[in-house]
T-cell receptor, first 116, second 116 residues
Framework: DTEVTQTPKHLVMGMTNKKSLKCEQHMGHRAMYWYKQKAKKPPELMFV???????INESVPSRFSPECPNSSLLNLHLHALQPEDSALYLC???????????????FGPGTRLLVL | AQKITQTQPGMFVQEKEAVTLDCTYDTSDPSYGLFWYKQPSSGEMIFLIYQGSYDQQNATEGRYSLNFQKARKSANLVISASQLGDSAMYFCAMSSDYTGRRALTFGSGTRLQVQP
């Protein structure tokens, strides 16, 4: 089973709202990732968690706040977003945080976020 | 720095025919991994195939094969016997253990349309 789940599937929020995106995997993976994908563009890395510790923050604005409460769960807390933050947010996980050794990242279905 | 180039924004293929999607990459790392993902309109990124830089043989997974030419730094995806369900965006991606960026760098993608 290579399933990564994400909720909600769709989210509409105002610029003053606070919301959270949730990602869950039960494959025993120890690395989890958040990507942002704008329309007709490839995914761009936002954050990497390895063994529940934040390992990479790609200079993401502080209005995006990641959290990894345990090895199966990854959250992305959203606050005071801008309309340009509207995008597909993808979560992924891999067995370990090691690229060249073939650690495949498995993606969830994404959350389509619209900021009004 | 790593870079992935996909020069075909869009491709058409007739059902049951084979199609090749091009991917070239640039890296100075000796050890890296190359991946292909499929993204239907629903948004989920589906892992298709992986090739390690030290693998001697080209990877194959069912109807998918990866034509890996290391000296030319190319990793083309070949889909045999195309099906209507293959219509999607296809991304080539790479990762490396040595750059400190153990996450995926994606190409710009190729949109494949399979015609009946």
């Amino acid at each position: 089973d290579t399933e990564v789940t994400q909720t909600p599937k769709h989210l509409v929020m105002g610029m003053t709202n606070k919301k959270s995106l949730k990602c869950e995997q039960h494959m025993g993976h120890r690395a989890m990732y958040w990507y942002k994908q704008k329309a007709k563009k490839p995914p761009e890395l936002m954050f990497v968690y390895s063994y529940e510790k934040l390992s990479i923050n790609e200079s993401v604005p502080s209005r995006f706040s990641p959290e990894c409460p345990n090895s199966s769960l990854l959250n992305l807390h959203l606050h005071a977003l801008q309309p340009e933050d509207s995008a597909l947010y993808l979560c992924a996980s891999s067995q370990d945080w090691a690229g060249a050794s073939g650690e495949t990242q498995y993606f969830g279905p994404g959350t389509r976020l619209l900021v009004l | 720095a790593q870079k992935i180039t996909q020069t075909q924004p869009g491709m058409f293929v007739q059902e049951k025919e084979a199609v090749t999607l091009d991917c070239t990459y640039d890296t100075s790392d000796p050890s890296y991994g190359l991946f292909w993902y499929k993204q239907p309109s629903s948004g989920e990124m589906i892992f298709l195939i992986y090739q390690g830089s030290y693998d001697q043989q080209n990877a194959t997974e069912g109807r998918y094969s990866l034509n890996f030419q290391k000296a030319r730094k190319s990793a083309n995806l070949v889909i045999s016997a195309s099906q209507l369900g293959d219509s999607a965006m296809y991304f080539c991606a790479m990762s490396s253990d040595y750059t400190g960026r153990r996450a995926l760098t994606f190409g710009s993608g190729t949109r494949l349309q399979v015609q009946p």
